[in-house]
């Protein structure tokens, strides 16, 4: 299923519909958010002219001390702590971009653990923001800013695996560094700081962006809502919208394909 929501944006000031994507380590949460783009028609666009857009929450990994690149550098930094990421900076950038504020996102390289000097991406104001990472539900406030939340739910092995080989082709890294920061950092940090922020999930999504009936649920969702609003003229806030079509009968006809 497609949509396309041509026609919607260009009223800088509305209020997007700002979902947070979560999900362990490699859970498919980039993939999950660039399938709801090209289901919508967003993807071949200029990014002046989106009307969904996707941020990831590593562009916001806070810059280290001295002591702690030196950690990094032997592996031994603990980026999926809560600490790790610059919280007030997410807030603050989420809370312009639903005030319809065109913003700077920092750019950040894996491979000096660093935000790259001089260097930003612009968001533009859109219909639709996707905020992807694994802790964009541990903080309350920035928790309550989000229209709709997704758990990417996929077993602890597949993601593994998929870390293995994206941290040695992407990021750099040997197979002994990657196994030693999964099994020290990732692995306990996502069981007392990521896991448990599933309860906060409006949508559970099992297998990630191999679950298509799930994505496509979520994409008609977000495109009833949207043109709801355009034909309402009405402004969203997290409290005022109930996800009345979230079509719960068909969820729990399914519980293969959506958790509750």
């Given amino acids: 299923m497609s949509r396309n929501i041509s026609g919607l944006n260009g009223i800088e ?5 700002l979902i947070g994507v979560s999900g362990g380590t490699a859970s498919g949460k980039t993939t999950v958010c660039n399938r709801i783009m090209e289901k919508l028609g967003q993807v071949d ?12 929450q590593d562009s916001f990994y806070r810059n280290l001390t001295p002591a702690e690149i030196i950690l990094a550098e032997k592996g031994q930094f603990n980026f999926d702590h809560p600490e790790a990421f610059d919280n007030d900076l997410i807030f603050s950038t989420l809370s312009d971009i639903l005030a319809g504020i065109k913003c700077q996102v920092p750019t950040y390289d894996y491979c000096t653990h ?7 991406i612009t968001i533009y104001p859109a219909d639709v923001v996707l905020f992807e990472g694994i802790l964009v539900f541990y ?21 593994l695996a998929r870390r293995v080989a ?3 082709k992407e990021r750099g890294r040997d197979l002994n560094s990657v196994l030693n920061q999964y099994m020290n950092n990732v692995k306990p940090a996502f069981e007392e700081f990521g ?5 906060f999930a409006d949508i559970i999504i099992p297998r990630g962006a191999d679950n298509s009936v799930a994505i496509d649920l979520i994409v008609h969702h977000i495109w009833d809502i949207l043109h709801l609003k355009k034909m309402n003229g009405a402004e969203m806030t997290p409290a005022s919208i109930q996800h009345p079509y979230l079509h719960r009968r068909r969820i729990s006809q399914s519980p293969d394909t959506i958790s509750r």
């Fill in 139 to 159: 903080v309350a406030k920035i928790r309550d800013l989000f229209h709709m939340k997704l758990f990417v739910d996929t077993d602890s092995d597949t993601r």
């Fill in 45 to 56: 666009m200029d990014q002046t002219e989106r009307k969904v857009v996707c941020i990831s």
């Fill in 195 to 199: 896991l448990p922020t599933k309860k």
């Fill in 166 to 168: 994206r941290d040695i």
């Fill in 13 to 17: 000031g509305k209020t997007p519909f």
């Fill in 114 to 120: 660093s935000r790259v000097q001089g260097q930003s």
